[in-house]
Every structure is written in C-alpha cells, then in structure tokens.
C-alpha cells in the first residue's frame, strides 16, 4: 500500500486516484489528526458485501463448511460438458 501525506494527496489527487483505480491498489493518507485510506469503488463494494454477508449467521456457517470440504467432495458427477 502507498502512503503519502496529505500535501501530497492535495498536489498529486488525480495521479493517486488513478493509481488507485488502475493498480486496484489502496493509497494511506497521513495527517495529523490520523490516517485516512482510499480505497476503488469496486473494492468497496466487496468489503461491503463480504461484511453482510458474513454477518448473516447462516451464510457465515455455510461459508466455513465450503473452506473445509475437500475439493474431491466438490466435484459433481454430472459435469457439464463444453
């Protein structure tokens, strides 16, 4: 992750905001009063839904039993052919 100050951010706001967007790569912003990130839309959206959807207590247990299941368990016998 980048990090510049905020002197920098306010010189160079379009240069890092594509930066951003371009590298998908978040920039740290320091200030005084503390840190701020920024972040693409489209990662923000991910962080959002990855929050709802892990608060969901059934999605969440669904979810861990997917990381723990073998990938041999995963495959169907009925696979589709192209």
């Known amino acids: 992750m980048q990090c510049v100050t905020v002197t920098h951010l306010r010189k160079d706001l379009f240069a ?12 740290k912003v320091r200030t005084k009063n503390g840190n701020a990130v920024i972040i693409s839309e489209d ?21 861990i039993e997917g990381l723990h299941t073998p990938l041999s ?10």
């Open 43 to 63: 990662d923000y959206n991910t962080l959002m839904t990855m929050l709802y959807t892990s608060s969901v207590p059934y999605m969440r247990k669904t979810i």
């Open 73 to 82: 368990d995963c495959v169907s016998e009925n696979e589709v052919s192209w």
């Open 16 to 27: 890092l905001l594509h930066y951003v967007l371009y590298f998908n790569e978040p920039v």
